[in-house]
């Protein structure tokens, strides 16, 4: 009945050794994945159910996927570029209600820079760079000599991913992979929707229920039995991270759309880092530029070590826990629910009728900045007795 109880009563219980309600837990997290792939929006964030997924997995040994049920399960080509990358989500609880929009996890960024900068041999130049953290679907292709496409699974857990072959067939990606890698590839991708694409999507597909973002259309568009040509073009793949001739490879400086956003030169025969205030300008840099240039929904900052010395011998991969020891993400915690009334002004309109406005700390709503929230009639403002300083849901200022 209260997801987000039932998360906290079993993280307490889980930490303290105490017995877990495997099979609430189990419903749950089906219950959840459902809701994500209708295209809703889901009671738990992606944090919160990954915790609650792991446990399970470290309690019964059993990965729990209600969309591999259904669909055909594939083992992966390129089983390296699976998992996750390890997150950051912000320092302390005190920090993220403060200003929850703010990039204040640079802190714990900074000290997994500084930990893996020691961990480098410093004879040799190293990169570190700074990309978007697209909000899509993971999908991970084959490809063959010729860059075309011929497998595409998601992510999926431990080997297998679930095959959405039939989407991608034949499928060129033409452009993207660097000329000299001549032969089989694998590459990693996020499938994303354009936000300028997103409201003719819900117009076109939708009906009386809209999605609630791009993240959530998007899967609902791959999880659909129905795919045809049309939805191709609401289809944006965004390439991440390759796997060629037995090591990884990234998108470099070099290449101006799918490099990073900004990237720091280590250079060899210097052991001194850079400070933390320069970090922390290099992450508000990169925000700036997600938010300012980017048509696509962003949850956060992939923070990357991308010469391949550090990828594939000096840093490498967790192949116990499916994460990459070179790359780190800051994820934006998720939106204020609240904001604070400035003050109540009162509109007398040309019939002499008044009416009033709630003056609102500017805060933000589906990408558009909300200042006021008209209040209606005397008698509905008089019943919402709303005063200045108070404190108002989001829902209550649209």
Not at 232 to 258: Q, V
Not at 352 to 358: L, V
Request: proline share 3%.
């Amino acid at each position: 009945d209260n997801p987000y109880e039932f998360y906290e009563e079993t993280i307490k219980r889980y930490k303290e050794g105490k017995e877990v309600d495997i099979v609430k837990l189990g419903e749950l997290l089906l219950s959840s994945d459902k809701i994500y792939s209708d295209g809703k929006e889901t009671p738990l964030s992606d944090e919160e159910y990954d915790r609650l997924h792991q446990i399970y997995i470290e309690l019964t040994g059993i990965v729990i996927r209600g969309d591999m049920n259904a669909r055909a399960k594939v083992r992966h080509d390129y089983p390296q570029l699976k998992g996750t990358v390890k997150k950051v989500h912000y320092i302390t609880r005190e920090e993220k209600d403060k200003d929850p929009g703010a990039v204040e996890a640079h802190k714990v960024l900074y000290e997994w820079y500084l930990k893996t900068f020691n961990q480098l041999s410093h004879d040799k130049n190293h990169y570190l760079g700074f990309w978007p953290k697209y909000d899509g679907c993971s999908i991970i292709l084959s490809l063959n000599e010729n860059h075309e496409v011929t497998k595409a699974i998601t992510r999926g857990d431990e080997e297998f991913g679930v095959d959405k072959s039939d989407l991608f067939n034949n499928m060129v990606i033409d452009g993207v992979i660097p000329k000299e890698y001549e032969g089989k590839i694998g590459l990693k991708t996020e499938a994303i929707m354009r936000k300028s694409l997103f409201h003719k999507y819900n117009k076109k597909f939708a009906g009386d229920k809209p999605f609630v973002n791009e993240r959530t259309a998007m899967t609902s568009l791959l999880n659909s039995q129905h795919f045809t040509n049309i939805h191709k073009e609401f289809i944006t793949l965004r390439p991440l991270l390759m796997y060629y001739n037995g090591g990884f490879r990234s998108f470099t400086a070099e290449d101006e759309e799918f490099g990073p956003v900004y990237t720091i030169l280590q250079k060899a025969g210097s052991n001194k880092p850079v400070s933390e205030d320069a970090f922390k300008k290099i992450i508000g840099i990169t925000k700036d530029f997600m938010d300012n240039n980017l048509d696509f929904a962003c949850d956060g900052i992939i923070v990357r070590w991308y010469d391949e010395d550090a990828m594939n011998k000096e840093l490498g991969r967790d192949e116990t826990n499916y994460i990459n020891n070179f790359e780190i993400a800051y994820k934006f915690p998720k939106a204020n629910n609240y904001t604070k009334v400035k003050y109540i002004r009162q509109d007398i309109g040309i019939f002499g009728n008044a009416s009033f406005t709630a003056v609102v700390e500017p805060i933000k709503i589906n990408d558009k900045i909300i200042k006021n929230a008209s209040l209606g009639s005397y008698d509905r403002a008089k019943g919402l007795a709303l005063a200045e300083g108070d404190m108002v849901d989001r829902k209550s200022v649209v």
